[in-house]
């Protein structure tokens, strides 16, 4: 029974971020799998898999769980396995390791300064579309807004799987949303969609704050969601910002900041996203009962 590691990823200013469970994978059933967040309280775990030396590299296979399903990636997830992978290697300055989800392999970093941890990793190739009118008007309904009250483009980006990119006027509009869960996870659903990733404009630094909702994944909303974010940065690259710093989860009181670069070069648009992390906890599985507690 691998012990559970309790990470809280992309932090702000040293507090706050995603809880989220990171544990040696083994011989468990997929529902085993999907018990593992809820016993952790967080919203989802990381299974992680050594699979020897790449690249030079140590290289593992990461696994991403919600209560509800298997995830082909998560950000945050990823953030997470990186902090622990780096405690592991013995706390040095830098780490770095060669990652697999199903679906791709990629290398992933971490560095420490002042005390502090900081994961990043490349999301691979971002695909964006404009948003077609029936789904926008849906999303926009199931967070109570309309589809004049969006502010700017909306765009459908998937780096994996696709969800929509929705602006809306001001950090007091994102804070004021009141989504009916029902309903959006029902035009999420229709529409094929992973979610609605609503964000403030990025001022001229960069600064911006987002909510991420996920109904379709068992996710009502996400503290942090670094895959959205790195979708962000690369439609926000076509107007020129090439930085990025979202805050998010000040609505679920655990305040959390994704960071996210992008640059050109001969191969296209490259994005790299992380956050700070550092490890909260660490829950024994099957360790008996302490019998210095009384019952």
């Known amino acids: 029974m691998p ?10 200013d040293g507090a706050g971020g995603s809880p989220t469970a990171v544990l040696d994978d083994a011989p468990f059933t997929d529902e085993e ?45 990823t953030v997470a396995a990186l902090a622990v992978l780096a405690e592991r290697d013995g706390g040095g300055p830098d780490y770095r390791a060669v990652l697999r989800t199903a679906h791709r392999t990629f290398a992933g ?7 502090g941890l900081t994961a990043s990793f490349a999301p691979g190739p971002v695909g964006l579309r404009s948003a077609a009118g029936p789904e926008l008007r849906a999303v ?39 989504p009916d869960p029902a309903r959006l996870r029902a035009a999420c659903d229709r529409h094929g969609l992973l979610g609605c990733y609503a964000y403030s404009p990025p001022d001229r630094h960069g600064r ?31 107007s020129g910002t090439y ?4 805050d998010m989860g000040d609505h679920l009181g655990s305040p959390s900041t994704v960071t996210a670069t992008a640059r050109r070069d001969r191969t296209g648009l490259r994005i790299r996203v ?7 906890r660490t829950v024994v599985r099957g360790a008996p009962p302490d019998p210095s507690v009384a019952d």
């Open 3 to 12: 012990d559970v590691v309790v990470v809280d990823a992309c932090q702000r």
């Open 243 to 246: 930085r990025l710093a979202v």
């Open 33 to 77: 799998r999907r018990r593992i967040p809820a016993e952790a309280g967080t919203s989802h775990a990381v299974f992680l898999r050594a699979t020897g030396t790449e690249r030079g590299h140590p290289a593992h296979t990461l696994r991403f769980f919600t209560a509800q399903a298997e995830l082909p990636a998560c950000g945050h997830g």
């Open 140 to 178: 926009a309904a199931g967070l109570g807004l309309t589809a004049d009250a969006v502010a700017g483009e909306a765009c459908v980006a998937s780096n994996g799987r696709p969800r929509l990119l929705l602006p809306v006027p001001s950090r007091a509009v994102l804070a004021e949303l009141t």
């Open 274 to 280: 992380g956050g700070r992390a550092s490890i909260a």
């Open 109 to 115: 970093r971490a560095s420490r300064d002042g005390g």
């Open 208 to 238: 911006a704050a987002a909510r991420m909702f996920a109904p379709s994944i068992g996710v009502p909303e996400d503290i942090a969601n670094a895959n959205s974010t790195a979708c962000l940065a690369a439609h926000a690259a076509g």
